[in-house]
């Protein structure tokens, strides 16, 4: 977007971030300014305001944003004139003048998430509203780099013959969601040596930037997950929380004062390398949680049992033969994640724990229930129990947190809402 006035940044934070609504977080409740070097910034806080709680009519905007009316008739007729807006049809029936709300255009900009994990790769198109668009899938034994680098080439490829020019003049850019240590746990994933040996060595975004003009930004995949359930989920209207995500490994994320706080190195939230008991002694290190709460762990039993180990995504899981062996799973994957969510209580006093995975809701469902149930063995003196949450979002979590980075990063009024971490500048 082009603008007259000079890109300021708003005052009242001291560091550059912008001023809060009495004590709600800045990107739940944006709030603009009406100093004349401000449009930029108020321009993105109209966007956000319409993205949080839909469409709106310019009084509404107003009242919301503490904007002046004028301001907001202004700066919403702009941005209809950029093809970021919509008029919806007028709203009649009341006294006066009809109101006509306004909406964000799901041709007003995209986005291109690609999701890497240890068993598959999901690249996704989405629009200004969050909609995919486009949904591409791969799946492998273990993850290759050039067999994946040369997956997303294929697909930026099509890309060209989806959109149209204008369109494509509207793609923000690439967020790549991939996971720590993807060459690590070779043995465990029956990964050959010689492609774990690759992937420290292979600087994915750079890679991918290599492909295309667009930016590209690299994010852990929990933390992506985490990221599209904080701005498109249950996140919106908690400050807090502690995320899991359940997949072939068990991740997470950590939400603090409506940020995703990415730790030092980027990592806050592997709960997957969480020791599940103390050290025994010399020589004895502890399990970590993802022995115990990964889908790993049920697909092995199912393998062990002769029976299909793609039931543990579908609702199979929860039939015979399955039911048995998920069954089993269920308690020992509670009891770990239980003892995680006490730990992180103790030490991070969150009051909500959001539960997802790529597994179907009623296998979630019963997760979660096993989950209070071994929390209920745990002593609360002294510590308040958090709340435990379904996600909203499920399998498309990581690709969805990843396709937000490039819109954040472009409309957002506080880009850094997840921007903070450290760049992972490889995939090890």
């Known amino acids: 977007m082009a603008y007259d006035e000079p890109d300021t940044a708003p005052s009242g934070s001291g560091d550059g971030r912008p001023p809060s609504a009495g004590t709600a977080p800045a990107q739940l409740r944006p709030r603009g300014s009406n100093h004349v070097g401000m449009r930029q910034y108020n321009e993105r806080v109209l966007l956000q305001a319409i993205r949080l709680h839909g469409e709106l009519p310019k009084a509404e905007l107003a009242r919301l944003t503490h904007l002046s009316n004028q301001t907001v008739s202004l700066i919403v007729n702009a941005l209809l004139d950029e093809g970021l807006l919509v008029k919806r049809e007028p709203l009649r029936g009341r006294i006066g003048q009809p109101s006509v709300p306004i909406a964000l255009a799901p041709d007003g900009a995209f986005s291109v998430g690609v999701k890497v994990g240890r068993r598959s790769m999901d690249v996704i198109l989405i629009d200004f509203v969050g909609q995919v668009r486009q949904r591409w899938s791969l799946d492998y034994r273990y993850p290759e780099p050039g067999v994946l680098i040369a997956e997303i080439a294929r697909r930026l490829a099509d890309l060209q013959a989806l959109l149209t020019p204008a369109q494509l003049e509207r793609v923000q850019g690439i967020g790549i969601a991939l996971p720590f240590s993807l060459g690590g746990w070779q043995t465990l994933l029956d990964m050959p040596p010689e492609v774990a040996a690759r992937w420290p060595a292979t600087d994915l975004r750079a890679e991918v930037a290599a492909l295309t003009e667009l930016p590209v930004t690299l994010i852990k995949d929990t933390a992506a997950a985490c990221v599209a359930e904080l701005v498109a989920g249950r996140g919106r209207s908690m400050p807090a929380f502690l995320y899991l995500f359940i997949d072939t490994f068990v991740g997470g994320g950590l939400v603090l004062d409506s940020h995703l706080y990415p730790g030092a190195s980027g990592n806050a939230g592997a709960v997957a390398s969480m020791p599940l008991q ?151």
């Not at 129990?385 to 954040?408: C, E, Q, V």
């Open 278 to 428: 103390v050290a025994g002694g010399p020589g004895q290190i502890p399990p970590q949680m993802l022995s115990a709460a990964s889908l790993l762990g049920l697909q092995k039993l199912y393998e062990a049992a002769g029976l299909d180990p793609e039931a543990a995504m579908d609702d199979r899981a929860l039939e015979p033969p399955w039911a048995t062996h998920t069954r089993g799973w269920l308690r020992t994957a509670a009891q770990a994640l239980a003892f995680g969510i006490s730990s992180a209580a103790c030490l991070l006093d969150i009051g909500d724990v959001v539960v997802d995975g790529v597994f179907h809701r009623d296998l979630l469902s019963r997760l979660i229930s096993h989950v209070e149930e071994a929390l209920d063995q745990h002593s609360w003196e002294g510590v308040t129990r958090p709340a435990i949450r379904a996600g909203t979002i499920g399998s498309d979590a990581r690709a969805l947190g990843g396709a937000l980075l490039p819109l954040y990063a472009a409309f957002a009024p506080d880009p850094e809402v997840f921007l903070k971490a450290a760049p992972i500048g490889r995939g090890d």
